[in-house]
């Protein structure tokens, strides 16, 4: 496994940008698909994009499709979510998540085998 650290969470006004990055520690990231889901108040927790490997494929939530991007950086071992026009809707805490699956897997099932999470980072989007 992996040990994920996330940040860039903050406080932003609608239609603004936010860029989140999360860091893996060891060896083996590339190996690794990556993911963000988040959780809103009262809400379960939700798939928000998943990056394959390599970096080659993504796959977003159809509510943050054309808004938000996800890429990695296997030389530095950081997954990012550029975020942008955000809505008060996207207000939760964001969480990074990897996992050694096939990411035909990752789109088949939006993420539910991540083993692999990190603490999360609070992103409050404000009207």
């Known amino acids: 496994q992996v040990q994920l650290v996330e940040s860039g969470g903050g406080l932003v006004q609608a239609g603004g940008s936010l860029r989140l990055s999360c860091a893996a520690s060891?060896?083996?990231?590339?190996?690794?698909?990556m993911g963000w889901f988040r959780q809103a108040p009262g809400k379960e927790r939700e798939f928000v994009a998943a990056i394959s490997w390599s970096g080659g494929s993504t796959y977003y939530a159809d509510s943050v499709k054309g808004r938000f991007t996800i890429s990695r950086d296997n030389a530095k071992n950081t997954v990012y979510l550029q975020m942008n026009s955000l809505k008060p809707e996207d207000t939760a805490v964001y969480y990074c998540a990897a996992d050694r699956v096939s990411f035909r897997r990752v789109v088949t099932t939006k993420g539910a085998d991540f083993g692999s999470w990190g603490q999360g980072t609070q992103v409050t989007v404000s009207s």
């Open positions: 060891g060896r083996t990231f590339s190996s690794y698909a």
